[in-house]
C-alpha cells in the first residue's frame, strides 16, 4: 500500500471559526507534532494515562490532510522482539508484548490484519554466515519450511531466524487508523492539513504559555499551558529549527540516505488456505550478487511486499506527498523478485502498488526520547543570566520522541508509553537510559 485513506469526513481538521480556545487554569494540555504511529501511539497512552483531575487535553498536529502518508502508512511493519541494540532491547521486548496484549484485546486480526510470521534467511549452502545470525532461543537453525511461493534453491541453506513466538506482522495504515479512531474515542483532538506556528514560553519555563496552531483554513488556535512533543519522523528537525531557530540542540537526523523503495506484488497462484500457515518474511541479501539486498514478505490476501533494496539518495522533500517511488529502482526490484517468486513461464510479476519513504533515521542508529534541557533550548537566555545554572538538569516542555528508523511500528507502543509517561511527569516503565538526547 502505498497511501492510507483520509480520515472520516469531519475529521480532516477543525470548525473554521478564527478563535482561540481556553482551558481550565489548572490544565496541563499535550500538543504532539506529526500523525505518524509514534504520535499517534504518544497521544493513545497519553489518552490512557492522563487523569481526569488534571482537565488536559492532547492534540495532534500534521501538516498532512491525510493520515500517516509517509512511513508509517506504507512500512512493511513486521514486528519481533530481537535484533536489538543492547539499549533499545527492553524497549523493543516491551514494545512487541505490548503489540500482542493490544491484539489480543481489541481483536487485532479484524482490526489491523495482525497475524502470526515466520522469518527466514536464505545463504548459499556451505556458507557458515547464517550462524551468526542472532535469532531469538528455541528456534531450530535449520528448518525449511518455507512458502510454496519461493522459488526454492537446492544451493540454499536455511535459516529460520524467528517463529510464531517471536513475530508477527500487522497492516500499518489499518493499525493507524485503529489508533485514531481510539484517539479520538478517548477525547484526542487532531489538527490535519495544520501546523504548530509558534510557541510561547511560560512564566515557570516548564511548560509554553501558549502553541499557535495555523490551520488549513487558515484560522488561528492557541492551546494554553502546553507542552510540545515532536514526532514529526523525518521532518522532525526541520520543525525544531523552525519553531526554536536558537536552540543549541539538532536532532541529528539523516535527511538523504534514509530512504527506500518498495512494491507490492500479485502472488502468482495464491489459494486462500495459503495464509493459514501465517505470513513469512525472507531475507534474500546473501544469495543476491555483490551488495544488493532484498526482502521479500507474504501478506494475507495474496500480495507479496518487496523491500530492502534501498533508493537513490535525494534530499528530503518538504512533505510526505512530494516523496514518489523511483521507477528505474523499482522495475530492479521486480526483477530480482522475479528469480525468487515461483511463477508460470514468461508470465511477469503484476505489481499492485509501489512507494518510496523516508525513514527518521539517527545519528546513531537509535530512537531518540527524552526531554530537551532548558538551557538548550533557549541559550540566549542563558547568556543573559535569567535561567540558574542548575537549569540544565531541568526540563523545558518540549520533548523528542523520534529516530525509530525502520522499527517504528514494532517500537510505536513502547516509545509512546514511556513519552507519555515523560510528559506527565511520571517515572518511565520502560528502561530508556541509553536512548536519551545526545547533549
Not at 481526569?52 to 512493511?76: E, I, M, N, W, Y
Not at 488556535?221 to 528537525?237: H, L, M, T, Y
Not at 500480495?303 to 530492479?332: D, F, H, M, W
Amino acid at each position: 500500500m502505498t497511501a492510507t485513506a483520509p480520515p472520516p469526513a469531519g475529521a480532516t481538521h477543525a470548525d473554521s471559526r478564527s478563535c482561540e480556545i481556553s482551558q481550565p487554569s489548572n490544565s496541563s494540555n499535550t500538543v504532539i507534532i506529526g500523525s505518524g504511529v509514534i504520535g499517534l501511539a504518544t497521544a493513545y497512552n497519553l489518552a490512557l494515562l492522563q487523569s481526569p483531575s488534571r482537565h488536559g487535553s492532547a492534540s495532534v498536529v500534521d501538516p498532512s490532510s491525510t493520515l500517516c502518508p509517509g512511513a508509517s502508512g506504507q512500512a512493511k511493519s513486521n514486528l519481533g522482539d530481537f535484533g536489538f541494540e543492547p539499549c533499545v532491547e527492553e524497549l523493543g521486548e516491551a514494545s512487541f508484548l505490548m503489540h500482542r496484549q493490544l491484539a489480543s484485546e481489541k481483536d487485532g486480526a479484524v482490526a489491523y490484519g495482525y497475524a502470526p510470521l515466520n522469518v527466514w534467511k536464505v545463504s548459499p549452502r556451505r556458507d557458515a554466515h547464517y550462524a551468526h545470525v542472532q535469532k531469538p532461543p528455541g528456534v531450530d537453525v535449520l528448518r525449511p519450511e518455507l512458502p510454496r511461493w519461493l522459488n526454492v534453491s537446492p544451493d540454499w541453506d536455511v535459516l529460520q531466524v524467528a517463529d510464531h513466538a517471536h513475530a508477527s506482522h500487522l497492516d500499518p495504515s489499518a493499525f493507524c487508523k485503529f489508533l485514531y479512531d481510539h484517539c479520538q474515542q478517548l477525547g484526542v483532538v487532531f489538527h490535519l492539513g495544520a501546523k504548530v506556528e509558534n510557541v510561547r514560553p511560560g512564566n515557570g519555563l516548564s511548560s509554553f504559555e501558549k502553541v499557535g496552531i495555523r490551520r488549513e483554513d487558515n484560522s488561528l488556535i492557541e492551546v494554553p499551558d502546553s507542552k510540545v512533543v515532536i514526532s514529526a519522523g523525518p521532518w522532525s528537525q526541520d520543525v525544531m529549527k523552525s519553531l526554536f531557530p536558537e536552540s543549541l540542540y539538532a536532532i541529528p537526523l539523516n535527511s538523504t540516505n534514509s530512504a527506500g523503495n518498495h512494491l507490492q506484488v500479485k502472488t502468482p497462484g495464491w489459494a486462500p488456505r495459503d495464509d493459514e500457515r501465517g505470513l513469512d518474511q525472507v531475507f534474500l541479501g546473501d544469495v543476491l550478487d555483490g551488495d544488493a539486498r532484498l526482502d521479500l514478505t507474504s501478506y494475507n490476501g495474496g500480495t507479496i511486499y518487496v523491500g530492502g533494496y534501498g533508493a537513490e539518495a535525494q534530499e528530503l522533500p518538504k512533505s510526505a506527498e512530494e516523496v514518489l517511488p523511483q521507477k528505474r529502482n523499482v522495475e530492479v526490484m521486480r526483477t530480482l523478485a522475479e528469480q525468487f517468486i515461483t511463477r508460470p513461464p514468461q508470465q511477469d510479476l503484476e505489481i499492485v502498488s509501489a512507494g518510496r519513504c523516508y525513514r527518521p533515521a539517527a545519528m546513531p542508529d537509535r530512537p531518540i526520547i527524552g526531554e530537551v534541557p532548558l538551557d538548550m533550548l533557549y541559550p540566549q537566555l542563558n547568556s543573559h543570566g535569567q535561567i540558574p545554572a542548575l537549569s540544565r538538569i531541568k526540563g523545558s516542555g518540549l520533548f523528542i520522541n523520534v529516530g525509530h528508523n525502520s522499527d517504528g511500528v514494532t517500537l510505536a507502543l513502547g516509545s509512546g508509553r514511556v513519552m507519555a509517561e515523560l510528559v506527565l511527569g511520571l517515572k518511565p516503565s520502560i528502561d530508556i537510559s541509553g536512548l536519551g538526547l545526545d547533549v
